[in-house]
């Protein structure tokens, strides 16, 4: 660097000028500071225009987390939708069919109160809001567990009363040789006294086996003058059904039997005019007309596989 | 004029004033940019790792919150997916007990609309032209079918009385697929669990639910029985033309014999009496002494869309009621 001079008016000579240690460190410290000056400005400028880097990066942090709970929040949503569809078969199905009141809709959001103030804490509406979501849906989950619970029962119990109904013939329509229309006819006195028939009369082969029309327990099975060889067989829930002029049963008093079981052959025996089954249903001890208890359009291949039911059903029974 | 500074010329052998230079300018200007700039970055760096601000912290703790809660929420989630799933099954099982089939999938998933954008030009232009096809036939279709219900909508004067008799509406407030459980046409016996020819329609309804005359008529014939089987407490409406409904299963009849009933008048409440194994109305039409599908009758007082989920609905081969 070549030389600077300056002029001294007091020797009057261009004297050079020379950098002294504590000139140059001026010179330095003021550079510093004007360029220090600069760079704070700039970053004030900065900072007043734009965010800050580590911002930026915290907030891109954010919406994305914040995106994934915006994912699980509609997951919830699609779970919360599913079970108010099972809450709406629950209620407007299953507990019609049953008989059941349905759920109010306090008792389905039963405990609800006390969660939210669980999360009254976090400060966040959005994760607060998923949260008190998910506890509600965990709650009437659990009313709906008790629910179904409760719904399963109930129908054992009406699957029990189902099946005890008296609904099938007590003879295949395959060995019916012809149903007699008899009910509540008045027979002839020829015995010397008239009396009115309460059942119906099934014209079948000898030894034609006969069936349990209906779950329940063996009450009664003897021989005897008039019904010959007869089994009682009681439904519960009001219902009675007997089977007589049997040549032989083949069940004894206090078995249980199952719809479709063979509970004797056809036969001849007590007061009888040739091979038939007299099948009586009572109803709350009184006589019913035993055809509105089956169905006659049932083909003899249904009627097989309603028979192999019992039949394999009651295995385990015997 | 002391501080003016002065240069040596070796050539021409004299002091000269230093004057303005321009290149002496620009090198101080850069450099002081230069360090400026060196600062500005440094004053950055300690800005964004040392000092924390305001925002950064209220950001730094709702990060902190949202990653929390989601693993919180993520295990709640998967928690009650598992129970619904488990809950879904016992639904199932229940379905199949009452109605003897598998629940039907009731919810749909939403489909996937955006599948179209993500594919080729070619299949793009492939699906506007199956499109295009489609709407041509729609268009004949309906052409068509304008055409047919265009001449069967003609009403002559000799219709209207027994177009007026119709029993046109449904016979309970509400008719919804969830409460129609059971069709026409063959279905399972509840009781022998055989297969049989349902009659009408079942429709599940709590105790005590209001029934109304599905149209005008008269009360052809109502009776009451306690015996649990056969159609319990029933009504019959004749309603002219040889059109009758039936309403079974009903707890109470609040009509008389030969009564003249309006459309819509409450004649009953539901029930289960008669061979019912749950608590619903039987519905029936029958049309010259011959049953047909009530639904086809049930016009007025519903969406186009509800009597289609209906249909769908009582076409399930399950088990009736009754």
Known sequence: ?318 | MGDQEFRFNPKTLRYERVRFSFWRTLMTVVSYSAFGFLFFIGLNVVQNLLIETKLEKSLNAENKALTEYKAVLTSQLSESNALLGRLKSDEAELNEKLFEVPAEVTTVEPRNENHLVATGEEQFNDQIAKINHHLTALHAKTKHYNHFFGDRLHVQKKDVPILVNLPSIAPVNDLLADNLVSGFGVRINPFHKGNYHHDGIDIALPKGTQVLASGNGKVANFSMSNLEAGFGNYIEIDHGNGIFTRYSHLERISVTWGQKIKQGQIIGFSGSSGGSVAPHLHYEVIKNGKNIDPLSFIVEGITPAQHRQLALKSKVQNQSLD
């Open chain 1, 1 to 318: 660097m070549e030389l600077r001079y300056r002029y001294n008016p007091e020797t009057c000579r261009y004297e050079p000028l020379i950098v002294s240690p504590g000139l140059f460190a001026r010179q330095i410290f003021r550079f510093m500071g004007i360029s220090f000056l600069l760079g704070l400005s700039g970053v004030i400028y900065y900072n007043s225009q734009y965010p800050l880097l580590d911002e930026i990066q915290k907030q891109g942090e954010n919406v994305k987390l914040k995106t994934a709970w915006l994912v699980i929040h509609s997951q919830l949503k699609k779970t919360s939708r599913q079970l108010t569809d099972l809450e709406n078969n629950d209620d407007h199905n299953f507990r019609v069919i049953l008989d059941m009141d349905p759920l109010s809709s306090t008792q389905r959001e039963a405990g609800v109160g006390g969660h939210e103030k669980a999360s009254a804490e976090i400060n966040y509406s959005i994760i607060r809001t998923a949260i008190d979501f998910s506890e509600k849906i965990k709650n009437r989950l659990t009313v709906e567990v008790q629910s179904i619970k409760e719904l399963k029962s109930t129908l054992k119990s009406k699957e029990k009363q189902w099946a005890s109904r008296p609904a099938i013939q007590p003879i295949s329509n395959k060995e019916l040789i012809h149903l007699y229309l008899v009910y509540g006819e008045r027979l002839l006195p020829q015995d010397g006294y008239s009396r009115q028939h309460n059942g119906l009369d099934f014209a079948a082969p000898f030894k034609s086996p006969i069936y349990a029309t209906g779950d329940g327990i063996v009450t009664y099975a003897n021989g005897g003058t008039t019904y010959g060889n007869v089994v009682f067989v009681s439904h519960g829930y009001g219902f009675e059904t007997r089977y007589a002029h049997m040549s032989q049963f083949i069940v004894s008093v206090g078995q249980k039997v199952k719809r479709g079981q063979v509970l004797g052959y056809v036969g001849n025996t007590g007061h009888s005019f040739g091979n038939h089954l007299h099948y009586e249903v009572l109803y709350q001890t009184k006589f019913v007309n035993p055809i509105s208890f089956f169905q006659r359009d049932l083909n003899n291949k249904e009627y097989e596989k309603l028979i192999s039911l019992g039949r394999k059903e009651s295995a385990p029974l015997d």
